[in-house]
């Protein structure tokens, strides 16, 4: 059983967001919901200073601090190290979406429309906000999750796939031959705020 995580090239990131555009055209996302998401801030000081953006998601922690915490188990770390939540078991507390030190989960109370209030759903809307509320569930905890249904059919998340930069490579972490394990190896590949102790399954590898 493959242990998945991702390495995100930050070289090659220039903050398009692609990444966050797919990762809402295939959950169906409703407004404010940023499973993916870009931080965009600057390096350097004046006047050699460099913009960089930062690609942020779930991190798919090895000690995960939502499921710490979670009090009805809603909240599992699958056998390939996907954190998941089940949302027929969630009971919307939101103490996960605080406990989450990387901001990476939501509670969506209301599926709202994008357009101005009064309009009214338009049939993409209606099939979104269905495919929402089956899939998702309303008041509960909701997260990224690799697009774990997309791997059952041997494609890669999606933000991975939306990519055009090719900044992000998915694979098994546990493999020491797949191309992450060898990524990380070959430019010391690094997690954000590794003091927490999470041990996040995604990995960084440096700005210019």
């Not at 959950?27 to 919901?33: H, I, L, M, Q």
């Not at 991190?59 to 909240?75: I, L």
């Not at 906000?129 to 309303?138: C, D, L, P, T, Y």
């Not at 992450?180 to 590898?205: F, T």
Request: charged fraction near 25%; hydrophobic fraction near 30%.
């Amino acid at each position: 059983m493959p242990r998945y995580g991702m390495v995100i090239d930050l070289k090659r990131c220039y903050g398009c967001y692609a990444c966050v555009m797919a990762c809402k055209v295939k959950n169906y996302s409703p407004p404010g919901v940023f499973w993916a998401r870009i931080l965009k801030g600057e390096r350097g000081s004046f006047p050699n200073t460099v913009r960089q953006a930062l690609p942020v998601l779930c991190m798919h922690c090895e000690n995960p601090s939502c499921q710490e915490v979670c009090p009805t188990g809603a909240t599992q770390t699958l056998d390939n190290g996907i954190v998941i939540v089940e949302k027929d078991k969630c009971m919307g507390c939101g103490a996960c979406i605080m406990a989450c030190p990387y901001g990476a989960r939501y509670s969506v109370e209301e599926w709202e429309s994008y357009f101005p209030e009064g309009l009214e759903l338009s049939p993409y809307e209606e099939f979104a906000k269905k495919a929402w509320e089956e899939k998702r569930g309303i008041g509960v905890a909701t997260k990224c999750d690799f697009c774990r249904d997309r791997l059952d059919t041997d494609s890669e998340p999606a933000c991975v796939e939306a990519c055009p930069a090719n900044a992000r490579t998915f694979g098994d972490m546990d493999d020491p031959e797949s191309e992450v394990s060898i990524l990380i190896r070959r430019h010391r590949g690094s997690v954000l705020n590794p003091e927490l102790g999470n041990e996040p399954k995604v990995y960084y590898l440096e700005p210019r």
